[in-house]
Structure formats: structure tokens, C-alpha cells
């Protein structure tokens, strides 16, 4: 790989995650919000599921209007990051829940824009055996702006006024982006058509076996990952009984620095390992931290940031490998159905995970909420070892299972 594609990969891993601190600025701030507008558990949720809702629905519109190959990938990521800055921008100006919560579909839908025509232009930039890779680090970027919003709450506000400096450091982050990405990003050398939506090929997708097994697998893994980076902050808030800075630095470590090096590390892994086997090791490891969840409060604080950093790097660093087996497993007419149903239900699975954690804490304590999410990861972990007994299997990262 030469110098500028290299460059250019570079740039948009640091784009990529600079926008993505989009989707968790409201939920860094939910206390505030919650204070603000009288907010219960069910108004606090939905402020955090209202983006997936709206990524749901601006992927499926993407890729009805097969706007991967109508426009560049840098362009609509640019546009996306702008969009979804003036939309998270506009927070501060909403009078009540509802306003917020249309604000905060379009956050999802904008950033739609952003997620998988950034995973299509860093393919576009290595070849097809770095690639594992390059997706894994540009995971790992997105993982770490998500997680951004906690860091900004503890560092621009310094305990004044966090709300503002989150949402106008998040918008702002996401401008600068939009700027690097059209000025200084190039398509690669390796850009191939995007995988064409076709809706009539759903029934063949859904009817094979391998197909159905690695998108069970997804949608186990995200029953889990979306509702516990929710939430962390909020557990070690009422649970171990962590003071709002301490959780919001330790939730950022958690999700942004250890996730982003555990999807890194995954990439490269999965490539080298197989990804049945990677993800079977990564579901099994982060569903035992989900069974053994009510004893963190228990543990001395080191003990705590130790497994809550292993948690933050197993929860992640299987999630490009699933997409990644869709991409190996269809045949090439059928890439692109399978690609946005995995993604466009592994996200609204989300939404009732999201949704159901915290009425599961209202009834037994937080310190047992998490083990709602001990069923996701089980799912996928059965599905991958399924799948790793099928012949098809062999298709995957170059023979490996």
C-alpha cells in the first residue's frame, strides 16, 4: 500500500471517530436531561434508542435509494457529519422530550451516512488481506468517538454546565470531520461497487443456513452491546456507587479506549484465527461478564477497572467479523440484502434491550441489571458454533473457521 492511501486511511479513522460522538451525546448527559425535563426510565431510554431507531431507518433508505453508488463515499459522509451536527446541536434548544427525541432520529439517520460508507471507503484503501484490519481499526475509531461524549462531560465542562459543552463539543467534532474528510480523503485503489439492495432476494438470504447463522450471531452480540454502553455509566453510578466524574472517565476507558483496542485486535485476530472461532471466544467472554455482573460492586476498585476494561475490549471485538462473514458467505447478487438485514435488525434489537434494562433495575437494584443481557451473547455464541460446523465455513478469512 502506498503512501497516500495509507494517509488517506489514517485521516478518515480520526474523521470517523470524531463524528461518531454523535450517538451517545445525549446519553453522556442524561442526568442532566433527566433533571431538565422530569424524565423517568422510559424517557431515559428513549433518548438512547431514538438513534438506533433512526440509523435503522436511514440505512434501509440508503440503501433503497442505492445511494452507495450514486454518491461518493466521502461526500455523504461529510454531508451525514454536518447534518447530524446541526440536529445534535439543536438539543439545547428543545423544550421537552418529544422535540428531543425526533432531533435525536435524525441524529441516527445522519449518522447512518457516516457508519458503512466509511466502512466501504477504508475497504476501498487496502487490499482484500489487510483488510480485516484496517475495518477492525476504523471499529475501533468509531468505538472510541461513541464513547467520547463521557470524556467531554469531565473535561470541557469541568463541572459546570456539561450539558452545553457535550452537545456543542460533539457537533463540533463532527464539523471538523466532515471538513478532513472532503478536503483531504481519497477513494482507494480497491473500490468495487457497493453491494446492491435487492429486496426480492430476502427469502433466499433468510433460507440459507450460513447466511441465517452469522446473522444470529450479530443480533446476539448487539442485544448486548448497545444496552450496556447505555447504561455502564449509570450502573457504576447506582450500583457501585461511583461519583459522576469517576463513572464518566471509567465508562469512557471502558468503552472508548479498551473497545477501541479490542475491535483493533479483533480485526487483525479474526483474520489469522478464523471468525467463528474469534467470535465464539469474544461472545463467551463478555456473556461471563454479563452472568458475573452482580459481583463488581463487590470487587476492590482495581479488580473492577481491571474486568470492566476486559468486558469493554470482548463486547466489541467481534463486531466487524460478523458483517465481514455476510461479506464472505453470500454469493455476490445477495451481499447486499444480507448486509442491511443483519444490520437493520441487529440494530433495532437494540431498542427493547435498551429499553427493558432499566425497568429490570427498577425492579431488582442495578447491581443485577446487566444479567438481562446474558441471553444475547449465548445466542450468538450458539449460532457461531453452528455455523463453524457448516461446510460453508471454510469460505471465511482465507479457509480459517
Known sequence: MNRRPRLSLALLIVAECAV??????????????ARLWDLGPDGK???SYAVSLGFVAGTLLLARLDLADRVPSR??????????????????????????????????????????PGMRLAASLVPSERRGLAVGLLVGALTLGSASPHLLAVVLAEGQRPLEAV????????????????????????????????????????????????????????????????W???????????????????????????????AGLGGWCADRVGRTRWTILALA???????LSPLLPLLPFAALVVVL?????????DSAQFSAAIS??????????????????????TMPAIWLLPRLAELLGWRFAFVMLVPGPILGLLAMARLRRLPDATRMAGGRR
Do not use: K
Request: proline share 4%.
Open 45 to 47: 431510554a428513549a433518548l
Open 328 to 349: 464472505e458467505l453470500a454469493e455476490p447478487d445477495e451481499i447486499g440484502v444480507a448486509l442491511t438485514m443483519q444490520t437493520a435488525v441487529g440494530f433495532a434489537l
Open 285 to 291: 467472554a463478555s456473556g461471563s461478564c454479563c452472568v
Open 309 to 317: 476494561l476486559l468486558w469493554g475490549a470482548a463486547v466489541i471485538t
Open 75 to 116: 461526500l455523504l459522509i461529510a454531508a451525514g457529519a454536518v447534518l447530524g451536527a446541526v440536529v445534535n446541536a439543536g438539543l439545547l434548544l428543545a423544550p421537552s422530550l418529544a422535540p428531543a427525541l425526533a432531533l435525536r432520529f435524525l441524529t441516527g439517520m445522519f449518522l447512518a451516512c457516516v457508519y458503512p
Open 20 to 33: 461518531m460522538s454523535l450517538w451517545f451525546s445525549a446519553t453522556a448527559v442524561l442526568s442532566d436531561l
Open 167 to 230: 452537545v456543542l463539543g460533539s457537533s463540533a467534532l463532527a464539523v471538523a470531520s466532515a471538513l478532513v474528510v472532503l478536503g483531504l480523503v481519497r477513494e482507494g485503489p480497491y473500490a468495487r461497487r457497493a453491494a446492491r439492495f435487492d429486496p426480492h432476494r430476502l427469502g433466499r438470504v433468510v433460507g440459507t443456513p450460513s447466511l441465517r447463522l452469522a446473522s444470529f450471531g450479530y443480533f446476539g452480540h448487539m442485544w448486548e452491546l448497545y444496552a450496556f454502553w447505555s
Open 232 to 262: 455502564l455509566v449509570v450502573f457504576l453510578r447506582e450500583a457501585c456507587d461511583m461519583a459522576e466524574d469517576g463513572a464518566r472517565l471509567l465508562g469512557f476507558a471502558t468503552i472508548g479506549v479498551a473497545g477501541a483496542l479490542g
